[in-house]
C-alpha cells in the first residue's frame, strides 16, 4: 500500500493553517448554541447536534480555537434558555428570575452546573477582560441575543422585585462580557410552522422519533432529556420516552408565552426584538440559508432535491403560507423562500418591531448592528450544522472561527 500523506487532502491542510492563524486578533473561546428540540453531548449516544456522525467541538479544538458545546432547555422559552446558558457557562444554580418565575407560574430555580468557563467574565493576567464568541443555530441565535441583553442591560423587573442580595448577576447588567454573536439560520422575525401553535407539537414527535431511527436505537429508548425541570416535568427512571413525551404534550406550558412555541412565531418573535435589541459593543453575524425553488406561475416554493426529505412537508406548507389577521404579523410571499424549517426573510436579523440595523454584505463591519453574511444557496436548515447532510461543514466551520479570531479584541 503506497504511503498517503494526509497533509494532501484540503481539510487536513485547512486544520493546519487554521492553528497558524489562530491568534490574530483575539483568543476568546467559542460557545455554540443549539436550535429547538436539540440536545447535548452525552445524548443520542454520542451523535452530535453540532456535527452529527463528526465532532465539529473536536475539529475547533484541534485547529486551536477553544470551544465548547452550551446546552439549554429544547423546548424552553428563550427567556429560560438564555437563563439556563449563563449558569452552563459560568457555572451556579440556573435562576430564572424571582420576577418572572411568578409571572408564568414556574419554579424559579433549576439545575446546578460546574460551569464550562467559570473563568468568564474575570480578567486576565495581561488585564484583558475574559469574553466569548456566542455562534447560535436556529432558536439558539434568539437565545444568545436574549443573553447578551440581559448581560448588558440586566432586567429591570427582576431588580425592582428582588432583594439585592438574591439577584443574580445576569439580571444586574453593565457585563461586556461577550465579543461576538453569530447565528445561522436564526428565525429572527419567527417561522410560519410556529404562527400556529398547533402545527408546532406534530412537528417535535416526528422530529425526535426520526432521530431515534437515526441513531439506531427504538423510540421508547431514545436518550433525550427536555430539561424541563422549571416545569416539574423531569422524566421518571423507568418511564418511557413515548410516555414522556405523551406528558410533555398534554402539558399546561403550550398555554404559556413563557414557551418555545411562542417565541419562535412571528408574534413572540416580534415581542423579543423589541424587548432584546442588539447591543452597541457587540458584533453581530447572520447567516441565511435556502433550500426551495420558485414553482412558476403561482411562485410557491418547492424544496430542493437535496434538501433533506424529513423536512419536505414543512418546506412547502412555509413556501405557500399566507397570514393577514388582525392583530398579527402578516405573512406574505416574500416569507415563503425557507430552508426546510424556517423562512429565509427571517435569518438576516431582527425586523420586526426592533431597532436594529442590518448591514448589507460587502459593507464594513459595524458594532451593535447586524453584519449580513449573506444566504447559503441549497444548504437546508439541518445541512449547516452538518446532520444528514453530503457537504462537508468543517472548512466552513474553521472559516468562520478564523474570522471571529480576527476581530480586533
Not at 6 to 20: N, V
Not at 156 to 174: K, W
Not at 337 to 344: A, I, K, Q, S
Request: proline letters at 7%.
Amino acid at each position: 500500500m503506497p504511503f498517503l500523506n494526509p497533509l494532501r487532502t484540503p481539510f487536513a491542510l485547512m486544520l493546519l493553517l487554521a492553528a497558524f492563524a489562530v491568534r490574530a486578533g483575539n483568543d476568546y473561546p467559542l460557545v455554540l448554541v443549539h436550535g429547538f428540540t436539540g440536545w447535548g453531548r452525552d445524548e443520542l449516544l454520542g451523535f452530535k447536534y453540532w456535527g452529527g456522525f463528526d465532532d465539529l467541538q473536536e475539529i475547533l479544538d484541534q485547529a486551536g480555537y477553544r470551544t465548547y458545546t452550551g446546552v439549554v432547555g429544547p423546548l424552553a422559552s428563550n427567556w429560560d434558555r438564555a437563563c439556563e446558558l449563563y449558569a452552563y457557562i459560568k457555572g451556579g444554580t440556573v435562576d430564572y428570575g424571582q420576577a418572572h418565575a411568578a409571572a408564568h407560574g414556574h419554579a424559579r430555580y433549576g439545575r446546578t452546573f460546574p460551569g464550562l468557563y467559570p473563568d468568564w467574565g474575570t480578567v486576565d493576567a495581561n488585564g484583558q477582560l475574559r469574553k466569548v464568541h456566542l455562534i447560535g443555530h436556529s432558536q439558539g441565535g434568539q437565545t444568545v441575543r436574549v443573553l447578551v441583553a440581559l448581560l448588558t442591560q440586566g432586567a429591570l423587573e427582576e431588580r425592582a422585585t428582588t432583594p439585592a442580595a438574591e439577584l443574580s448577576p445576569l439580571f444586574q447588567g453593565s457585563k461586556s462580557w461577550v465579543h461576538s454573536v453569530t447565528t445561522l439560520a436564526a428565525p429572527h422575525d419567527g417561522t410560519s410552522i410556529a404562527a400556529d401553535d398547533t402545527r408546532l407539537l406534530p412537528f417535535v414527535r416526528k422530529a425526535l422519533l426520526g432521530l431515534a431511527a437515526l441513531v439506531g436505537v427504538k423510540p421508547d429508548e431514545l436518550p433525550y432529556d427536555f430539561k424541563l425541570d422549571q416545569w416539574r416535568l423531569r422524566r421518571g427512571p423507568d418511564e418511557s420516552f413515548n410516555a414522556y413525551l405523551a406528558r410533555i404534550e398534554q402539558s399546561p406550558i403550550w398555554r404559556s408565552h413563557d414557551i418555545s412555541g411562542w417565541d419562535l412565531g412571528p408574534d413572540g418573535a416580534k415581542d423579543l426584538n423589541r424587548r432584546f435589541p442588539a447591543q452597541p459593543e457587540v458584533y453581530y453575524f447572520s447567516w441565511a440559508t435556502s433550500a426551495t425553488v420558485p414553482l412558476w406561475p403561482s411562485r410557491h416554493q418547492a424544496p430542493r432535491p437535496t434538501m433533506l426529505p424529513q423536512l419536505w412537508i414543512t418546506a412547502l406548507f412555509i413556501g405557500a403560507y399566507t397570514r393577514d389577521e388582525p392583530g398579527h404579523v402578516r405573512i406574505d410571499a416574500s416569507w415563503w423562500e425557507n430552508d426546510g424549517l424556517v423562512n429565509t426573510r427571517s435569518m438576516a436579523g431582527p425586523t420586526l418591531d426592533s431597532p436594529d440595523r442590518i448591514v448589507p454584505l460587502g459593507e464594513p463591519l459595524q458594532r451593535g448592528a447586524w453584519n449580513y453574511r449573506g444566504t447559503l444557496a441549497g444548504w437546508d436548515h439541518m445541512d449547516i450544522v452538518g446532520i444528514g447532510t453530503v457537504r462537508d461543514v468543517r472548512n466552513w466551520y474553521l472559516s468562520l472561527a478564523r474570522s471571529l479570531a480576527d476581530l480586533p479584541p
